[in-house]
């Protein structure tokens, strides 16, 4: 095992060894609409009350004015989701990036994006400091998901797709 430096570089490629989903969290804030893409997202801190939670970096521009809304968007993009995840991603000019994006945006202000895996509407229960980053907690209020669209996947720097494994099947690979 090689031992961990205080690279962040070497740290990011070690965290990239886990594949992640790929998570658009956005909202009305005044007249415009803004989100981010993260993949620190986590499903299933609790379920009574339904609470997921991510990772946003304390130097990002576009958490603090989304923490400040009534409710949030969640979107859990779906596999031919990865150009539009690109676009969101796009730091050149947060103000378009959802230019072309198909989105709806609820009553109480929450962005979700169209043809995504899974969508909630939540809202902010807590946050605490993490190193770097601040550790958001969110009460899932409404939620919908399509089964039969695959998730986004990011491992290694890449998006991948999910595929079945054989595992399950009667059949394992590389034995007799």
């Not at 945006?105 to 995504?116: F, Q």
């Not at 550790?135 to 491992?155: G, M």
Request: charged share 20%; net charge negative.
């Amino acid at each position: 095992m090689t031992p961990l430096t205080a690279a962040p570089v070497d740290v990011r490629a070690m965290f990239s060894q886990f594949p992640t989903g790929v998570v658009v969290i956005g909202a009305r804030v005044g007249s415009d609409v803004a989100g981010m893409v993260v993949s620190s997202f986590s499903v299933g801190v609790s379920l009574s009350p339904p609470l997921v939670s991510f990772a946003a970096q304390r130097t990002s521009e576009t958490w603090p004015p989304l923490r400040e809304v009534p409710r949030l968007g969640i979107s859990i993009l779906a596999q031919h989701q990865s150009e539009l995840c690109a676009k969101i991603a796009s730091t050149s000019n947060r103000h378009e990036r959802f230019d072309d994006v198909p989105h709806d945006v609820t009553r109480s202000g929450a962005l979700t994006i169209r043809d995504a895996s899974v969508v909630m509407e939540v809202e902010l229960a807590d946050e605490f400091p993490a190193g770097d980053h601040t550790l958001a907690l969110l009460e899932v209020k409404h939620a919908s998901a399509d089964t039969d669209r695959a998730p986004l996947v990011f491992h290694r720097s890449m998006f991948k797709e999910i595929v079945p494994s054989d595992a399950g099947s009667g059949r394992t690979r590389g034995t007799r």
